[in-house]
Nanobody, 123 residues
């Protein structure tokens, strides 16, 4: 497992941007796929985007395609989520997660989680 710490959340107006970071500690970060999930009040944890261990393959939820971009810097043990054109429905706690190998869309597949960072988008 790896230890994950998210940062970069905050309050923004609709149409603006935020960049989330997820710093990982522990061995073999480059062997891990990373995912971002989010959870809005009263709702389940929702897949947002995943990136393969190599960074060569990404997968996005339809709701964020064209607006969000995931990237990773294995030298810095960090994964980023650039969120543009934010909408009020993007309001949620955002979590990063890690699992060995390839990214999946199921939260249950991930064995390491950060504490989450709040993103609030006002209309």
């Amino acid at each position: 497992q790896v230890q994950l710490v998210e940062s970069g959340g905050g309050l923004v107006q609709a149409g603006n941007s935020l960049r989330l970071s997820c710093a990982a500690s522990g061995r073999s970060f480059s062997n891990y796929a990373m995912g971002w999930f989010r959870q809005a009040p009263g709702k389940g944890r929702e897949f947002v985007v995943g990136i393969w261990w190599s960074g060569s393959i990404t997968r996005y939820a339809d709701s964020v395609k064209g607006r969000f971009t995931i990237s990773r810097d294995n030298a810095k043990n960090t994964v980023y989520l650039q969120m543009n054109s934010l909408k009020p429905e993007d309001t949620a706690v955002y979590y990063c997660a890690a699992r060995p190998g390839i990214a999946t869309e199921r939260a249950i597949d991930y064995d390491s989680w950060g504490q989450g960072t709040q993103v609030t988008v006002s209309s």
